[in-house]
Antibody
């Protein structure tokens, strides 16, 4: 069974750093992209970025480039999302999800087929 | 950057059909998937590749995509279908979510 297990809830102060994790199991970690999604309180889903653990190729959504760092450690089948200096506006739920893929009539198609349960991050002074 | 627009809310009587639209420039040229999110839960994919249902998703969920609009249709809507729904498409290896639609079953 494919599983993505995220690290526990975090409470931090503005300016602090943070690294949250997404430990995967049940499949070959290096052959699927892993994405991160933000959900602000009471709001919709926002695409943060995605990493291919096989070669650490990483892409960021326009709003998140330079704001966060996505990484992966193949030795422990785990993806990470980190901040160097948190802001109150980073308070949100963060999900990791595996990107499934296949080839259709007009090219590759993708979808997030397995999701973690989310990590709540609260930033408050 | 690419944007996908959805109506904020859709109301439907139990047993009737709910249609949720997702609009974006030349969206029909891309593959679209749809997620269902219930309160306090992680999203679940209900449609991928425009109109395919993952195993375990009821047949009442269907999808289409043409021109600038993709549509998620829930036929014979049940109370358990009350949730938020998000479309998603990919633009240059970047995933873009729609603005989300809250479906209320009356």
């Amino acid at each position: 069974e494919v599983q993505l297990v995220q690290s526990g809830a975090e409470v931090k102060k503005p300016g602090e750093s943070l690294k949250i994790s997404c430990k995967t199991s049940g499949y070959s970690f290096t052959t699927y992209w892993i994405g991160w999604v933000r959900q602000l309180p009471g709001k919709g889903l926002e695409w943060m970025g995605i990493i291919y653990p096989g070669d650490s190729d990483t892409r960021y959504g326009p709003s998140f480039q330079g704001q966060v760092t996505i990484s992966a450690d193949k030795s422990i089948s785990t993806a990470f999302l980190q901040w160097s200096s948190l802001k109150a506006s980073d308070t949100a739920m963060y999900y990791c999800a595996r990107r499934a893929y296949n080839y259709g009539p007009t090219g590759y198609y993708y979808y997030m087929d397995v999701w973690g349960k989310g990590t709540t991050v609260t930033v408050s002074s | 950057s690419y944007e996908l627009a959805q109506p904020p809310s859709v109301s439907v009587s139990a047993g009737q059909t709910a249609s949720i639209t997702c609009s974006g420039d030349k969206l029909g040229d891309k593959y679209v998937c749809w997620y269902q999110q219930k309160p306090g839960q992680s999203p679940v994919v209900v449609i991928y590749q425009n109109n395919k249902r993952p195993s375990g998703i009821p047949e009442r969920f269907s999808g289409s995509n043409s021109g600038n609009t993709a549509t998620l249709t829930i036929s014979g809507t049940q109370a358990m279908d009350e949730a938020d729904y998000y479309c998603q498409a990919w633009d240059s290896n970047t995933g873009v979510f729609g603005t989300g639609t809250k479906v209320t079953v009356l």
